[in-house]
């Protein structure tokens, strides 16, 4: 039987803060960094270099948002993904989300024994429901009206696209949902939604809210013009995202009947 003795939990938000506590009340020694700001939680802090001398290290989802330091919002201070990080990390065995982030900060990550949580299916299903229920949550906030019998939008129907249309029709919303596969189509059918090809979006207008699950784009300038005018469009896809370059700044001008875009980072 293996033995653990130590864990430390580098960076992240409140899902890493609830985990360390977790991990906490069932006996193990936590050791956290990199949320230093966090309120609420009964955690044990500790620096950056105590915090790397643990037997297994957890890094956050994702590993990092610009390339250079680890994605720690509430961290007192930056840790930078350099080889000094890199050496503290060698022999160890490292827990990350979307270790791809990690890689193309150095080639020398390679090197390292990385556990991607983010690929474990039933993780990722899991996640999709807190991040539809936010999604619910901004378009309550951004709209003036009910979401009960408005025309909602749903952009693919991956883990995501079907947890928010089952939560948007539940709401009482009339919703549309679009794939590619003839075999999505079917089932967005038999869930009592209207289907949509993806391919064919311009050709439906008159939504209230739009959500793109779809990290490809498919909101071209042509399509945006023609499916999303006066619409909330909501982009949950992993950066770039699935509209415009250059579209996802936060605008609205009723005068126009423009839209409103929202950039959501889902991770």
């Not at 643990?54 to 610009?66: E, K, M, N, Q, W």
């Not at 949550?137 to 928010?164: H, N």
């Not at 699935?242 to 950039?263: I, P, Q, V, Y």
């Amino acid at each position: 039987m293996i033995e653990i003795n130590s864990f430390g939990v580098l960076g992240g938000d409140q899902r890493q803060a609830s985990m360390a506590e977790s991990m906490a009340a069932d006996g193990y020694l936590v050791l956290c960094a990199g949320l230093e700001h966090v309120k609420g939680k009964n955690l044990k802090k500790a620096g950056w270099q105590e915090a790397l001398k643990a037997d297994y290290i957890i890094l956050p989802l994702p590993v990092t948002r610009d390339g250079v330091t680890l994605n720690a919002p509430y961290a007192a201070t930056e840790l930078l993904l350099d080889r000094e990080f890199f050496e503290m990390l060698k022999g160890k065995k490292v827990f990350c989300g979307m270790k791809n982030t990690l890689l193309k900060a150095g080639d020398y990550f390679k090197e390292l024994t990385l556990l991607d949580y983010f690929k474990r299916e039933e993780f990722a299903v899991r996640n999709a429901v807190p991040t539809a229920e936010g999604a619910l949550e901004i378009a309550m906030g951004e709209y003036d009206g009910m979401i009960a019998g408005s025309r909602c939008l749903v952009t693919g129907f991956g883990r995501i696209g079907k947890v928010l249309s089952g939560m948007l029709k539940g709401m009482g919303a009339k919703v549309t949902v679009s794939a590619r596969k003839p075999e999505d189509l079917a089932w967005i059918e038999i869930y009592g939604y209207t289907p949509v090809s993806t391919g064919k979006l311009s050709e439906h207008q008159g939504f209230d809210f739009i959500f793109n699950t779809v990290p490809t784009l498919i909101f071209d300038a042509y399509t945006l013009a023609k499916t999303a005018q006066g619409a909330i469009l909501i982009d949950l896809a992993s950066l770039p995202g699935g509209a415009e370059c250059g579209m996802h700044k936060k605008k609205r001008d009723r005068e126009k009947s423009a839209s409103l875009f929202l950039f959501i980072d889902i991770s």
